[in-house]
């Protein structure tokens, strides 16, 4: 049997975590730290009150429980494969939920960007596709340059693996082992570079340490 591509797709993943109360767990555990982490960056990069901000893969709202209450009421966007999961952050985890429309939370599991305005300040796309296959990530680059072109801030993350050794496991500097085949993935960085050019992107590597040894990526 194949192993499926990442465990979000796995049918009825969704409804168990939810069922079970592990909206937090799902999106990769140390909500409080990432949560401020993806705030802190976006703020170094010049976000403000006034801005819009579209939060890619948003799961249960980690980065949106502190965004929302940042942000202007109604500036902040989410897409996510699992809409219940956004509902269910933002019914539980933000301090005044009537800051977020309920319609800011769009279900989009291939980046197709649906009811999204055509301005956007800033995106950000923070463990999406550490957990994507290189296809699907240049897929979402891809989509995320044409949509929304110039000028704009976009960050991400991903795992990188050095020249010669990206066909195998790699213990990452947190200790986290990424692979190549399988969530969490990691590429080399020529490939990635490769996959912005195709996609219309000028990428610059940013030097901020991440948990997990993830390497942030300003396109």
Do not use: N
């Not at 937090?24 to 976006?42: K, N, P, S, Y």
């Not at 429309?101 to 796309?125: C, G, K, N, R, S």
């Amino acid at each position: 049997m194949r192993r499926p591509t990442s465990p979000y797709v796995v049918p009825g993943f969704y409804d168990r975590a939810l069922a079970e109360g592990r909206h937090r767990d799902v999106v990769g555990g140390r909500w409080e730290e990432i949560g401020r982490l993806q705030l802190a960056l976006l703020q170094a990069h010049g976000m403000q009150p006034h801005h819009q901000l579209l939060d890619i893969g948003a799961g249960s709202l980690r980065l949106g429980c502190k965004a929302v209450s940042y942000l202007d009421p109604g500036h902040y966007w989410a897409t996510d494969a699992s809409r219940p999961l956004m509902l269910r952050g933002r019914a539980v985890e933000l301090p005044d939920p009537d800051r977020l429309p309920a319609d800011h939370l769009v279900e989009d599991a291939d980046f197709a960007f649906p009811d999204l305005p055509d301005h956007m300040d800033y995106l950000i796309a923070f463990g999406v596709f550490t957990h994507l296959p290189p296809e699907q990530t240049a897929h979402a680059l891809a989509q995320i340059a044409r949509r929304w072109p110039a000028p704009r801030v976009f960050l991400f993350t991903v795992f990188l693996a050095p020249e010669g050794q990206a066909g195998q496991s790699l213990r990452q500097p947190d200790g986290v082992v990424t692979h190549p085949d399988r969530p969490p993935y990691h590429m080399r960085e020529a490939a990635l570079l490769a996959m912005a050019q195709d996609a219309g992107l000028c990428l610059t590597r940013q030097p901020d340490r991440l948990p997990r040894g993830q390497v942030l990526w300003q396109g």
